[in-house]
């Protein structure tokens, strides 16, 4: 099969090493061997698959299938490093130690770690595979961050992006030429071919030794030309990329994360202030971790109103404090996903939300039936790429099937809520899988609570079938 045919695949009949109980999609499976051939050309590899199709898991993979690799550098956004550090745990097959970079320390370990913003504070030594998750964000040769990835001496290089032009071509060439510079290295080569470039007058300037003027010209890359010819030469070489309507028969109808932010001291102290409340509203003891945790978890689920009314203020401050996090994470997925679902329980951080993305629509108690209809409609109708609605009012009744991507910036301790949340997308009419992602500040009583509510759904998803929702 040719390169560019293998770079949509979307079945593969080979096996790569996975660990007991967990297997790769056949898309997966596609993705792994294309970038294993990349490297044996010795070239890097994109891996450009669309939001939720599970690039993370590809990019293990390719860890776990080349035996060589035994010093890993992980770049990703700050949002999601505790993230890759917890599915780099589930999804290896050797022994690798995995740690997480500060902007103070980068431990030695096999695998390590780091956010873009904490890139350029280290020294990396020599690693056997560089993998940078949203390589987007090294679009600028002179910004700090791509100089830090360039300098990094590697033998293989993987990037990921569900968006790898995101607004010209022009962008993406520094880039390509990380990836391979032999093809791609030729920065004005490529902008003639690809960015239609032209020399634009922009002015007057003296000439040299003041004997008169002449025009002064700049270089416009802003533009695109032969796009045909540039996906056929990616996809022939460095790019796999398929979406999710290319893997919908192998995605589940849901696919839900629970992902742990990174705190700050001051975000540490309020989810202590939460654990205390907890431990004093279930009568505990210090901390709200002994022996009596678990039995405190089932009286919440249940629903222990006390509990709820004594947690609400500290969950509100919690919420409130993840904020800005949550906010870069939003931006991040609304430049990649175009349209996006997300959720809040208290009003305040549904105010704050609105805030931060005044163009979004807004759906929650206390607006008229009239006012949440047309919410609805304008979000349906594309007026609006973000709906922001609560958990309370907005999980029934209504349809949202225009996004695949929910986010909860705030959940509920009772599963059946979530899952109505989760329904206004996946229900009639939606043709993708849908993503749920869980933001959560790491260490909170949410992190631990939401991941047991998720695990309860998927519990009860399988013992019901779940299918299409009312």
Known sequence: MLRAELSRATTHPGCFPVPDGLAYLPFQQAAIDYALQCFDAGVGCLIGD??????????????????????????????????????????????????????KQAPDMDITVVN????????????????????????????????????IRTRYRLALTGTPIRNRPAEFQPLLAWLDPRSWGDAWRYYRRYCAAYRQQIGWERKPGGTG???????????????????????????????????????????????????????????????????????????????????AVEALQQGDSAVFDSLSAVRQAVALAKLPLAVAYIRDVLSADH??????????????LHLAFPDAVLHRGGMTALQQDRAVRAFQDGESDLFIGSIQTSGEAITLTR????????????????????????????????????????GSVDAVMLRR??????????ALDAGGAA
């Open 50 to 103: 669309e939001m939720g199709v599970g690039k993370s898991i590809e990019a293990i993979g390719v860890i776990n299938a080349r035996r060589d690799i035994y010093r890993v550098l992980v770049i990703s956004p700050f949002a999601a490093k505790l993230n890759w550090a917890r599915e780099l745990r589930k999804w290896l097959t050797r022994p690798l130690l995995v740690g997480v970079a500060d902007a």
């Open 116 to 151: 873009w913003e904490n890139l350029h504070r280290h020294n990396w030594g020599q690693v056997d595979v560089v993998i940078a998750d949203e390589a987007h964000r090294a679009k600028n040769a002179h910004a700090r961050r791509s100089q830090a990835l360039y300098a």
């Open 213 to 295: 003027m002449r025009p002064r010209f700049v270089w416009d890359i802003s533009g695109a030309s032969n796009l045909d010819e540039l996906q056929h030469r990616l996809r022939s070489s460095i790019l796999i990329r398929r979406t999710k309507e290319q893997v919908l028969p192998a995605l589940p109808p849901k696919f839900r994360r629970v992902l742990e932010l990174p705190v700050d001291a001051q975000q540490r102290r309020v989810i202590v202030q939460e654990w205390q409340e907890l431990a004093q509203a279930l009568d505990l003891g210090q901390g709200g971790v002994d022996d009596g945790y678990h039995a």
């Open 339 to 352: 349209s996006v679902i997300v959720f809040a329980h208290h009003r305040a951080v549904e105010d704050a």
């Open 403 to 442: 996004s695949a991507h929910v986010i909860f910036v705030e959940g509920s301790w009772v599963p059946g809520e979530i899952t109505q949340c989760e329904d206004r997308s996946h229900r009639y009419g939606q043709d993708r899988g849908v993503l749920i992602d869980h933001l959560v500040l790491e």
């Open 453 to 462: 509510v998720v695990a309860k759904q998927e519990t009860l998803d399988r």
